[in-house]
């Protein structure tokens, strides 16, 4: 119940009843409950959220250190064709006549 009296100001001012003031105070809480419940679902998505990508982190580090440890392997092959290929080149020339115009 609302009941009008006059402040200091001389102006009209609501007093509320202490049922009124407990229904606002239980709307309060149930405002903050419902906050605290909406945050804590979304903390836990997140670290779930968070989970994921480290793992998916993870997977590319070890995608990433294959790769590199192919890229060497295929470095070392090419060097070898590389000399092997010189070889062969200085085979072939040294089996061409010399002095011959």
């Avoid at 092997?84 to 011959?100: C, D, T, W």
């Amino acid at each position: 119940m609302n009941v009008k009296k006059h402040g200091p100001s001389g102006h009209a001012e609501e007093e509320f009843s202490g049922l009124e003031r407990l229904s606002h105070l239980e709307d309060n809480v149930h405002h903050v409950v419902e906050a605290y419940r909406t945050l804590r679902l979304q903390a836990e998505q997140l670290q779930k959220e968070v989970a994921g990508c480290k793992a998916e982190i993870e997977q590319l580090k070890r995608a990433h250190a294959e790769e590199i440890q192919q890229s060497s392997r295929l470095q070392q092959e090419r060097n070898k064709i590389k000399h092997r290929v010189r070889n062969l080149i200085h085979l072939i020339a040294s089996m061409e006549p010399k002095g011959v115009d």
